[in-house]
Nanobody, 130 residues
Framework: QVQLVEAGGGLVQTGDSLRLSCAAS????????VGWFRQAPGKEREFVAA????????YYSEFVKGRFTISRDSAERMVYLQMNSLKPEDTAVYYC???????????????????????WGPGTQVTVSS
């Protein structure tokens, strides 16, 4: 089974940028639909973004549209989450997750449901100071 590892978290100031990466061991991340979720203290884990297995389609939650970009580098076998204009409310542990199939439905209720993903990384902390 594939194992996922996130990297790139850290402590930044409001308005700064970070790029998170997600790598897979055991099998290339290119073979998976990959998503990013985040969880702040005391809150539910929430959907951030996802990219289809074949790389053409991307999906975002409303609160990151225009600020975050998910991308796939097939040669590097990595999926990235570029986060710009960070806000204190973006502070959370960010998790990479994957599923073997593309989503048939493009409804956000489906894509943003954590139960529709199969494998999770341990998470990386992002802290945005005001």
């Amino acid at each position: 089974q594939v194992q996922l590892v996130e990297a790139g978290g850290g402590l930044v100031q409001t308005g700064d940028s970070l790029r998170l990466s997600c790598a897979a061991s055991g099998r290339s991340v290119n073979s998976y639909t990959v998503g990013w979720f985040r969880q702040a203290p005391g809150k539910e884990r929430e959907f951030v973004a996802a990219i289809a297995r074949r790389g053409a389609s991307t999906y975002y939650s409303e609160f990151v549209k225009g600020r975050f970009t998910i991308s796939r580098d097939s040669a590097e076998r990595m999926v990235y989450l570029q986060m710009n204009s960070l806000k204190p409310e973006d502070t959370a542990v960010y998790y990479c997750t994957a599923r073997r199939a593309d989503f048939i439905s493009e409804r956000m209720a489906v894509i943003g449901d954590r139960n529709n993903y199969e494998t999770w990384g341990p998470g990386t902390q992002v802290t945005v100071s005001s």
